[in-house]
């Protein structure tokens, strides 16, 4: 019997310094049946030429502006439903794996036809302990990660990182695709939320390792990071107030919960160019009030018609 086809989406904004990097350690994976789809959102710095000059084996997507990780990736998603793949998996340009990576995920993904989504244990890019995600995300599991050897094949767990994001076929089938309402973060949390929803085991798989820098997308100066808080928290409060269990006023009470701690935040920590983004982030959500409800909508029909 065929193993199963995987299709690895790497998505890259101005990520030439590390694809070398991603790109020949997922060409050193030891499963057989996987390609390669670098989407690229735009890029300036010259990460196409890259990937096109000395990975001919690698498919490259030319996206005409940079869109966002949820509509970059569904570009990349669709390609890889329209040929066949049985998993998508979405991997971050700022990420080396390990030879046994995604032989280990697809093992736990076959023997389990509950789980849905897969993800691996993260590492420090240069280093083997645990990089920043793993142990604040996932730290009541660390003495556990510490051992893989003894570990459990997978563990259930509420979410894990869109960095290194396996989903089976069925699973995009059920629950749609990434929401693109979410310009970045969020939206594999999201994507999780709406796969548990409907009866979906979302698992971290102890033996299955990368490395990931984090941020890699996000270094720079002070406007770049006040940009990243400010599309960090506009996707949260998002995803607060859309909960497909919840009932709209329960979402809005949710929301409004989120709002007073981080007005709360801000205030303690003297910030003015902070509590002004709020300001600013409440007006920009409000006129996108019609779309976050359109979304709840679409998630709560999706899940009562599943019942």
């Not at 390792?209 to 506009?234: F, M, Q």
């Amino acid at each position: 019997m065929p193993l199963p086809l995987v299709y690895i989406i790497v998505l890259n904004y101005n990520g030439r310094r590390w694809l070398e990097a991603c790109l020949d350690s997922l060409l050193a994976t030891d499963y057989p049946n996987f390609r390669v789809t670098l989407v690229d959102n735009a890029s300036s710095d010259g990460s196409v030429q890259l990937a096109r000059d000395r990975y001919p084996q690698v498919e490259v997507i030319v996206n005409p502006a940079n869109c966002g990780f949820s509509e970059g990736n569904n570009v990349g998603i669709h390609e890889a439903l329209a040929n066949n793949a049985d998993y998508v998996v979405l991997l971050n340009p700022d990420t080396k794996v390990e030879p046994e990576w995604l032989r280990k995920l697809i093992a736990v993904g076959e023997a389990e036809t509950r789980v849905g989504i897969l993800g691996a244990v993260q590492l420090e890019y240069d280093g083997a302990e645990f990089n920043s995600w793993t142990k604040t995300v996932m730290r009541q599991l660390l003495d556990e990660l510490k051992r893989p050897e003894s570990a459990r094949d997978w563990i259930s767990v509420e979410w894990v990182e869109g960095a290194c994001f396996a989903v089976k076929r069925k699973v995009f089938e059920d629950v749609g695709l990434l929401d693109p309402i979410y310009f970045a973060f969020y939206e594999e949390i999201d994507f999780c939320r709406r796969a548990a929803a409907l009866g979906y085991e979302i698992a971290l798989v102890p033996r299955s390792r990368i490395h990931h820098y984090r941020g890699g997308s996000w270094e720079a100066n002070s406007s770049i990071k006040r940009e990243r808080d400010y599309r960090c928290d506009r996707s949260q409060f998002i995803y607060a107030s859309t909960d497909p269990r919840k009932s709209v006023f329960r979402n809005l009470w949710w929301y409004l919960i989120t709002l007073g701690v981080k007005f709360k935040d801000a205030a303690q920590s003297f910030s003015p160019i902070r509590l002004f983004d709020l300001v600013r982030m409440q007006a920009d959500l409000i006129i996108k009030s019609g779309s976050i409800v359109g979304k709840w909508r679409r998630d709560r029909a999706r899940l009562v018609s599943s019942k």
